[in-house]
T-cell receptor
């Protein structure tokens, strides 16, 4: 997980609150991703970015927005949190075909 | 519908023996396959990968086999060691932006337990 950091590590939100998750990389790579993992499930792609200023939707984008204003940072926003967004969120950086993941953010929405 | 399937939620293997983890996929657009290992409270760690133009890739104790006609791949770990106990995810690439560093589609994972 070296080179990919996520902030915060844990967060509890109330329904309707907003927050931003930050992913930072020091590897100078173009591709960055946000995934979520729910119990008994694999990781599912939320949004991704192929370079600074670009973003695209993944498998489960609804309820989330992203921004890639700087190459090293990829932000995931929840405008109005819902209990269904309780999950562990992982950021990843893509290097050729392999992806390298951060340690995750555990988010609980009550 | 799941495009990458790992049908065994868990697998128990004795230390020193071979562990075989299986994965099936349905989308013919996938062109690259990867295995990740995950410990609790950590992010997934890349283990080994294989391109769709190959049928085997080896890296130390880990070998991945791809049967493209059957849309099936497997991960072999020989010999299995206690530190191999973890959740293993199969993942596939090629249906989002395409080419290298594409978004991944994951299976649900197999929990491998290595018994002494």
């Amino acid at each position: 997980n070296a080179g990919v950091t996520q902030t915060p590590k844990f967060r509890v939100l109330k329904t309707g609150q907003s927050m931003t998750l930050l992913c930072a990389q020091d590897m100078n790579h173009e591709y960055m991703y946000w995934y979520r993992q729910d119990p008994g499930m694999g990781l599912r792609l939320i949004h991704y970015s192929v370079g600074e200023g670009t973003t695209a939707k993944g498998e489960v984008p609804d309820g989330y927005n992203v921004s890639r204003l700087k190459k090293q940072n990829f932000l995931l926003g929840l405008e109005s949190a819902a209990p269904s967004q309780t999950s562990v969120y992982f950021c990843a950086v893509g290097i050729t075909y392999e992806q390298y993941f951060g340690p995750g953010t555990r988010l609980t929405v009550t | 519908d799941q495009q990458v399937k790992q049908n065994s939620p868990s697998l128990s293997v004795q230390e020193g023996r071979i562990s075989i983890l299986n994965c099936d996929y349905t989308n013919s657009m996938f062109d690259y396959f990867l295995w990740y290992k995950k410990y609790p409270a950590e992010g997934p760690t890349f283990l080994i990968s294989i391109s769709s133009i190959k049928d085997k890739n080896e890296d130390g104790r880990f070998t991945v086999f791809l049967n493209k006609s059957a849309k099936h791949l497997s991960l072999h770990i020989v010999p299995s060691q206690p530190g191999d106990s973890a959740v293993y995810f199969c993942a596939a690439s090629g249906i989002y932006s395409g080419g290298g560093a594409d978004g991944l589609t994951f299976g649900k994972g197999t929990h491998l337990i290595i018994q002494p």
